[in-house]
C-alpha cells in the first residue's frame, strides 16, 4: 500500500511539472515541488525525484519528458491560455463635515484566452461584482462573510481573416460578443476600464511598420447594443475612430487619435433604468414603483421629468467627439527613466452648454507609456503620475465613464462622473514578479452644485484614497 501512495504521489508530481513547465512557466513548477513538499504531500525522496524531473525537462525539452512519462497530452490543450488578475484594495473616504469612510474591497477576474487557429479565437472571463453596476467589478466586504456574486464578464470571438480567404494576415480584425471598451485611450474619461460594451468593433490596419515617422495607421468602427426592446427602436452606440502611431526617431513616441460616438435612443434607457416611478397603467393620474428601475446605474447627466416626477428621458442628446493624445519621451531627463504626457478632449456635440470635459496628465517610471495604469512588468519597476479631471455635466455619458470621480458630501451623493472637478496622484511599484503595489489619491469637487441632482451643501474637497495589491496572471 505504501508504495503504491508513493507511486500516485510521484506521478501527480510528474504530471504538474509537466503541465507547468509544457507552459514554459519553470520557476512555477519549483513553487509546486516545494510547496508540495511543505503540505506534507512528498516526503524528501520524493521531493527529490520532483526537481530531478524539472532539471530532466530543462535539458531534454517538453516532448523528451512526456515521452519519458509515456504520456501525451491532448493538442487542444495547447490552444487554451489562462489569464486574469486579482486586486485587494483598502479605501477611504474624508472629507471636513463627513465622517470617514473605511472599506475593503475585492476583484478577481480569471479568464481564458482559445486560439483556434491564426484566424479564430475565443475569449472568455468571469468577474466579481454587482451584475447590475456596468462600470465596476468590485466586490466590498460586507454582509457578514457571505458569498460572493461572480458573473459572465467577456465572452467574445476574434476573426483575424488571412491566408483562408485569401487575406494578407495582419490587415484586420472582426470582434462580436461581450468586450471590452476596445477603442484607443489613454484614461477613462469616456470608458471606465471595467466597461463590457456588447456588439461588435471591427478594425482596420492601414499602415503598420517599425520604421520612419508614421509607424501606424488603424480605423476603428463601433456598433454596439445598449438594450433590446419591443416596443421601441433600440438605444445603440455607433461610432469610429481613426489611430495614428508616430515616432521621432528614438527619442519619443507619440499616439494620436480622433473619435467619434453617437448615441440613439438614450431616452428610453433613461425611462426604463433610472426612473423610481412609472404610471400606473391602471389609472393614469397616479405612479407605481418600476420595477425595471436599476439603482447600481450612475447618472450625473441632466435627466427630464413628466408632471407626475417620472423620468422620461435626458435633457440632452450624446455625440461625443474625441481627441486623444499621449507623447512618450525614452529619456527625457538623461537618467534612463521614461515620461510622457497624455489628455483626452470630449464635446458633445448635441449638447448647448455644459459639454466639455478633458483628462491631462503626465507620469514618469520604468511603465514607458499608457502612465494612467501605469502597468508594469519587472520586480522593482515603479510609475508615478498625475492626472487633471474637469468634466462637465453634459460632456459624456456618465452610466458608462469612471466609476470613481463621484462626489460625496454630508448632505448627499452626486452618483456619476460627470459635473466634477478632479486630481488624481498615482504611485505603483512592482514588488514581486506579477505582484504590483499601487497608491492612488483623488481630491474631487463638484463643478456646479446648484443644479446637482442631489442637493450638495458647500464645496469641501472630498479625498478618496486607495491602496491595492494586484496580481495578474
Known amino acids: 500500500m505504501a508504495e503504491r501512495v508513493a507511486a500516485h504521489r510521484r506521478l501527480a508530481c510528474a504530471i504538474a511539472v509537466v503541465t507547468v513547465l509544457g507552459a514554459q512557466t519553470a520557476g512555477a513548477a519549483r513553487d509546486l515541488c516545494e510547496l508540495l513538499r511543505d503540505k506534507g504531500t512528498l516526503n524528501d525522496v520524493e521531493y527529490n525525484e520532483c526537481k530531478a524531473a524539472e532539471e530532466k525537462e530543462a535539458a531534454q525539452g517538453e516532448g523528451k519528458v512526456r515521452e519519458v512519462l509515456g504520456m501525451r497530452l491532448p493538442q487542444w490543450l495547447d ?52 451584475p447590475d453596476d456596468p462600470i465596476s467589478t468590485n466586490q466590498s466586504f460586507e454582509r457578514t462573510f457571505t458569498n460572493k456574486p461572480v458573473n459572465l464578464d467577456q465572452a467574445f470571438l476574434t476573426l483575424k481573416p488571412g491566408a483562408t480567404f485569401g487575406l494578407t494576415p495582419g490587415w484586420g480584425s472582426l470582434v ?69 502611431d508616430t515616432a521621432f526617431g528614438k527619442t519619443a513616441n507619440w499616439s494620436m487619435a480622433l473619435a467619434d460616438y ?31 428601475q436599476n439603482k447600481q446605474l450612475a447618472n450625473s447627466n441632466s435627466v427630464v421629468k413628466d408632471s407626475l416626477g417620472n423620468i422620461t428621458g435626458f435633457k440632452e442628446r450624446f455625440n461625443i467627439v474625441a481627441w486623444t493624445n499621449e507623447l512618450n519621451f525614452a529619456n527625457p531627463l538623461g537618467i534612463g527613466v521614461p515620461a510622457g504626457l497624455f489628455g483626452d478632449l470630449a464635446y458633445n456635440t448635441q449638447a448647448d452648454t455644459k459639454n466639455v470635459g478633458f483628462y491631462l496628465g503626465a507620469g514618469i517610471g520604468k511603465a514607458g507609456k499608457d502612465w494612467y495604469h501605469n502597468s508594469l512588468k519587472s520586480r522593482g519597476d515603479w510609475g508615478a503620475s498625475y492626472t487633471w479631471a474637469w468634466v462637465e455635466r453634459e460632456a459624456v455619458l456618465s452610466m458608462f465613464s469612471y466609476s470613481d470621480l463621484q462626489y460625496v458630501n454630508r448632505d448627499g451623493t452626486q452618483k456619476g462622473s460627470t459635473n466634477v472637478n478632479a486630481h488624481i496622484l498615482r504611485f505603483d511599484y512592482m514588488l514581486l514578479q506579477s505582484l504590483q503595489l499601487t497608491a492612488k489619491t483623488h481630491f474631487i469637487n463638484a463643478l456646479d452644485r446648484e443644479a446637482s441632482i442631489v442637493s450638495l451643501d458647500g464645496n469641501p474637497t472630498l479625498t478618496r484614497l486607495q491602496l491595492d495589491a494586484t496580481v495578474k496572471f
Open 79 to 130: 490552444k487554451i491560455t489562462p489569464f486574469g488578475d486579482l486586486r485587494v484594495r483598502y479605501e477611504g473616504f474624508f472629507e471636513d463635515g463627513l465622517n470617514a469612510r473605511n472599506r475593503f474591497r475585492l476583484r478577481a477576474r480569471p479568464g481564458l484566452n482559445v486560439n483556434v487557429s491564426d484566424e479564430l479565437a475565443a475569449t472568455i472571463r468571469l468577474a466579481t461584482g454587482n
Open 176 to 244: 462580436g460578443g461581450k468586450f471590452t471598451a476596445n477603442a484607443y485611450r489613454v484614461c477613462e474619461l469616456i470608458w471606465d476600464d471595467d466597461v463590457v460594451p456588447e456588439g461588435a468593433t471591427e478594425t482596420v490596419n492601414l499602415v503598420e511598420r517599425k520604421e520612419g515617422f508614421l509607424r501606424g495607421l488603424r480605423v476603428n468602427a463601433f456598433q454596439w447594443v445598449v438594450d433590446e426592446l419591443s416596443a421601441a427602436e433600440d438605444p445603440w452606440m455607433f461610432g469610429g475612430q481613426i489611430v495614428a
Open 262 to 292: 453617437h448615441w440613439e435612443n438614450l431616452n428610453a434607457v433613461a425611462a426604463k433604468y433610472l426612473s423610481p416611478t412609472q404610471t400606473d397603467p391602471k389609472d393614469p393620474t397616479q405612479t407605481v414603483s418600476n420595477s425595471n
